[in-house]
């Protein structure tokens, strides 16, 4: 490892880094714009000039690579100096116009120019001013503002692998540019995060709020299984906006555009107090009593087996676990977490769980997709495989819907049939995957939410034995089979065992017993996305926030938290537990959804053992010590699972079809309505006569 | 109101004359496989001769297509250079060299001379008729025969004298091909007539 000397220090830093890298590593604050950790180095801004011993003139720290007998001076004069020279020329051409501008409290340019800026300008000429360009729905653009750091550009470029930024013209006319079509990636959003000025700001978010203005506190988000690491800022009742946070093992510090902007939906259609549907067919407002009275009058006269309950996408384990525990009291073996029909799930729990973890693809060699568009399922697990494949250019296959997934895919058939022929050994991705040192298989709900789930799974499991992705003959402490989950709530509710209990009903059996009138009530825990035509004559409780199809159809409706609402654990698709955290309270008579699970077993009159979400995370914990290994992920051992069974011919089906619209606080929100318009069913986000 | 700078696609499309394909395919051949998007250059220059001397968006994209690479960062490459017109030019595209040599020679009055001559309002715009783009570059590596101006990415007319400059440009009027290269008759940049020797000290 070379050694070097920074401001009189000597370090050891690690062979193959930069200046500004190991800079940091001692301890010093190097300024800058252009350079990100995360991005490719471009040494265009000139901020990061440090004083090298032997070198005629100040270098760019962030573009020289450490070398053995360095001498890197940080804080002389000279270097000062430069970064006053640098700042004044970033300055000349830069708007003070920070008292409108949405970056104004969290800009680097701000901050900078305070601490290594000159106190005045001596610039007397007319600035130049820069045409405003299209984004699209999510990012307002004020180019006068840009820097041309070109962070956006290499962002969208290598992260979100859509190459529609560009640096146009030069010397004082170069601009960025689109050609004027939205950024159609999942992950555009972090072009306003990586801006560190405020040439890219979130158009949603356009003056709504000052930074200091909003409390802070750190969450987990819920719009897919995950579990990326967030901010939820929030004013008040209202949450602003939701940022990233770092988190290495799962989202690293991008987030995707449905876990930021579809914020704006916890303000629309929420239900803040009970409801129930009189004699004339309409919901009418209520009291929680009188809305407990109605659900424990129907239930006096119903048997255990006449009882279901489905807890949806978005559900806390805390809520599924005092929902489970009401329902045994009832004795009603009826629980269904997986609203997708999906069959698989009840066995080992290697079975259900993203085994390799997100971080883990960085080592995979070979990647095999059956039924998954990891794009809309988990843009940011696409964006790791992304990564991974840029660094490698190792083969990725897909069996399922052919979709752009941002990276060289090989096609290797639509559905079943494909599947068998490469377990048989046939063709040449076989080969590739026997010949990989360590391959993955991640297998969708495209594939696993059929009839004949488990057939797949049984085979998509036999397959990764014989080729030595998981199990035996795969490499020591490798296991490549993985389960796309789609829910933030599923591998809690299957760690749980929010599933059929012995004779219970599995979902398709519950919708027919409800169309059958077997079932008399069904307890919706924020389920919306089941058939509610099927639920015939049955009495529906719905326990939700939003007013989505579940609310339509209920016959009683019992207002809930929304996740930002309510302390609550979230196992993401490795099984990582998290914990999301409370950023406002729910709205009106709404309240956290264990405690009314809670609140109703005292009305009748078998109260659940615990009076706080402590005691209830302590019996979770008895329940499942899983539980209790919060941001840790325990690998699972590899275990028999599957049931051979016939597999029909049709085709791996998406189940999204529209990325940006795919639970309740979604479809409530106006960003993801536009964002809908925009690159769903506009297609390829041409800018309109009325874009913009 | 939104204003942008981008161009919006002019409706024509484009495509590579087979000959030219032919040539295109031959610059993409001296670039190992996979690196195909070298020969962008190349291929933006013959787009650009096919297409009249200017390149369109349509073009643009075409070549872009054609080197999979994406639209913008050919975008970039065009607007980077500018040897590329991304604005339609006169059939005869006159380039009056204006750096130093040149300058000290009289580029001036040599640009004064072309946009009388070819009856151009300004820099960079095109005659009435549509005949001849007057616009400045910078240096055209002739110094020696300085002032010069380039026709059409082509051909150099150097030695010039705001007379020999607004021939040139009258016998392009009458559709004639005036003879390129020196227009006092030297051979490369051997000394003639009248030229000044340096003056040196001895």
């Given at each position: 490892m070379p050694k070097l000397t920074i401001d009189e220090r000597e370090i050891e830093a690690p062979g193959g880094i930069t200046v500004l890298q190991a800079c940091e590593m001692a301890g010093v604050e190097i300024p800058r714009f252009c350079y990100h950790e995360r991005l490719s180095v471009a040494g265009n801004c000139r901020m990061c000039l440090v004083e090298m011993e032997r070198?005629?003139?100040?270098?760019?720290?962030?573009?020289?690579?450490?070398?053995?007998g360095m001498v890197i001076r940080t804080n002389t004069e000279k270097v000062q100096k430069a970064r006053n020279g640098v700042m004044e020329f970033l300055l000349i051409n830069h708007p003070l116009d920070c008292p409108i501008c949405d970056q104004g409290g969290e800009c680097d340019l701000q901050d900078q120019a305070m601490a290594y800026g000159y106190d005045r300008s001596r610039y007397q000429e007319n600035k130049r001013a820069v045409s405003e360009k299209y984004m699209g729905p999510l990012i307002k653009t004020i180019m006068t503002r840009c820097i041309q750091c070109t962070r956006c550009v290499r962002l969208a470029t290598e992260v979100c692998g859509v190459e529609d930024i560009g640096l146009v013209n030069r010397?004082?006319?170069?601009?960025?540019?689109?050609?004027?079509?939205?950024?159609?990636?999942?992950?555009?959003?972090?072009?306003?995060?990586?801006?560190?000025?405020?040439?890219?700001?979130?158009?949603?978010?356009?003056?709504?709020?000052?930074?200091?203005?909003?409390?802070?506190?750190?969450?987990?988000?819920?719009?897919?299984?995950?579990?990326?690491?967030?901010?939820?800022?929030?004013?008040?009742?209202?949450?602003?906006?939701?940022?990233?946070?770092?988190?290495?093992?799962?989202?690293?510090?991008?987030?995707?555009?449905?876990?930021?902007?579809?914020?704006?939906?916890?303000?629309?259609?929420?239900?803040?107090?009970?409801f129930l549907r009189g004699a004339d067919g309409k919901l009418a407002p209520a009291s929680w009593e009188q809305a407990f009275q109605a659900i424990a009058g129907r239930l006096e006269r119903l048997t255990g087996d006449k009882i279901a309950a489905i807890a949806g996408d978005l559900c806390d384990v805390e809520s599924m676990f005092a929902l489970k525990d009401l329902m045994t009291r009832l004795g009603s073996p009826n629980l269904e977490c997986r609203q997708d029909g999906a069959k698989t799930g009840a066995g080992p729990r290697v079975s259900y769980l993203f085994n390799t973890t997100i971080a883990g693809i960085e080592e995979a060699d070979a990647i095999w997709i059956v039924g998954a568009n990891p794009r809309w399922e988990a843009p940011l697990v696409n964006a790791r495989i992304r990564k991974r494949f840029l660094q490698t250019g190792m083969p990725v296959g897909v069996i399922g819907e052919a979709v752009d997934l941002t990276y060289e895919t090989q096609y290797l058939g639509a559905g079943p049939e494909s599947l068998a022929e490469i377990a048989e050994g046939k063709g040449a991705f076989a080969k590739i995957l026997s010949d990989a040192e360590r391959p993955m298989i991640i297998v969708g709900s495209?594939?696993?939410?059929?009839?004949?789930?488990?057939?797949?799974?049984?085979?998509?499991?036999?397959?990764?034995?014989?080729?030595?992705?998981?199990?035996?003959?795969?490499?020591?402490?490798?296991?490549?089979?993985?389960?796309?989950?789609?829910?933030?709530?599923?591998?809690?509710g299957l760690d749980l065992g929010f599933l059929p209990g012995e004779g219970g009903r599995d979902l398709a059996g519950i919708l027919d017993g409800c169309e059958q009138g077997a079932i008399e009530l069904v307890w919706l825990l924020g389920a919306d996305e089941i058939d509610?035509?099927?639920?015939?004559?049955?009495?529906?409780?719905?326990?939700?926030?939003?007013?989505?199809?579940?609310?339509?159809?209920?016959?009683?409706?019992?207002?809930?938290?929304?996740?930002?609402?309510?302390?609550?654990?979230?196992?993401?698709?490795?099984?990582?537990?998290?914990?999301?955290?409370?950023?406002?309270?729910?709205?009106?008579d709404a309240r956290e959804d264990w405690t009314i699970a809670r609140a109703?077993?005292?009305?009748?009159?078998?109260?659940?053992?615990?009076?706080?979400?402590?005691?209830?995370?302590?019996?979770?914990?008895?329940?499942?010590?899983?539980?209790?290994?919060?941001?840790?992920?325990?690998?699972?051992?590899?275990a028999s699972f599957g049931e051979a069974g016939t597999i029909s011919p049709e085709a791996f089906a998406s189940p999204i079809s529209n990325y940006y619209m795919t639970d309740p606080i979604s479809r409530a929100s106006e960003t993801m309505a536009k964002c809908t318009e925009v690159f769903v069913l506009n297609g390829a986000g041409q800018a309109t006569g009325t874009a913009g | 109101m939104r204003i942008t700078s981008h161009r919006p696609a002019e409706a024509q499309d484009f495509a590579f004359s087979p000959e030219n394909l032919e040539k295109a395919k031959g610059y993409i051949a001296r670039y190992p496989e996979g690196r195909q998007a070298s020969a962008v250059l190349w291929l933006l220059y013959l787009a650009q001769d096919q297409n009249g001397g200017w390149l369109s968006v349509p073009a643009v994209e075409y070549v872009a297509k054609l080197l999979d690479m994406s639209p913008i960062r050919v975008h970039e490459v065009v607007s980077f250079f500018t040897m590329f017109n991304t604005r339609p030019v006169g059939r005869h595209h006159i380039q009056v060299c204006r750096t130093t040599t040149c300058w000290l020679r009289g580029s001036d009055e040599i640009t004064a001379a072309c946009l009388d001559a070819a009856q151009v309002s300004g820099l960079g715009e095109t005659s009435a008729d549509g005949l001849f783009t007057v616009s400045q570059v910078e240096c055209l590596g002739a110094c020696c025969n300085a002032p010069m101006f380039q026709l059409n990415d082509r051909d150099y007319f150097e030695d010039l004298t705001p007379d020999s400059a607004k021939a040139v440009i009258e016998a392009l009027r009458r559709g004639e091909a005036p003879k390129a290269g020196s227009q006092v008759g030297r051979v490369s940049s051997e000394a003639y007539a009248g030229s000044e020797a340096p003056k040196g000290s001895a």
């Open positions: 070198a005629p003139k100040p270098i760019a720290s962030c573009a020289m690579p450490v070398g053995d010397g004082e006319h170069a601009e960025i540019t689109t050609l004027e079509r939205a950024i159609d990636s999942e992950l555009s959003g972090n072009l306003v995060d990586v801006c560190p000025v405020g040439a890219l700001t979130s158009a949603p978010y356009q003056f709504a709020a000052r930074p200091w203005e909003l409390r802070k506190i750190l969450s987990v988000d819920v719009m897919d299984a995950v579990g990326s690491n967030i901010r939820v800022d929030a004013r008040g009742r209202q949450v602003m906006r939701v940022l990233p946070r770092v988190n290495e093992a799962i989202n690293e510090e991008w987030i995707a555009d449905k876990t930021r902007h579809a914020c704006d939906g916890l303000g629309r259609q929420r239900l803040d107090r009970p495209g594939a696993l939410a059929r009839a004949d789930g488990q057939a797949l799974l049984a085979q998509c499991r036999a397959m990764a034995e014989a080729l030595g992705v998981a199990g035996a003959t795969a490499p020591e402490g490798w296991n490549g089979f993985n389960v796309l989950q789609r829910a933030a709530s599923r591998v809690g509610m035509g099927r639920l015939g004559k049955t009495f529906v409780v719905y326990q939700g926030h939003h007013g989505d199809a579940g609310a339509h159809r209920a016959d009683v409706i019992l207002p809930g938290a929304a996740y930002t609402e309510k302390h609550g654990t979230y196992v993401n698709m490795e099984g990582r537990v998290q914990l999301g955290r409370m950023a406002a309270y729910p709205p009106g109703f077993s005292e009305v009748i009159g078998q109260p659940l053992g615990y009076d706080n979400l402590g005691e209830l995370r302590q019996r979770l914990v008895e329940h499942n010590p899983v539980f209790g290994e919060v941001d840790h992920v325990a690998s699972a051992p590899w | -």
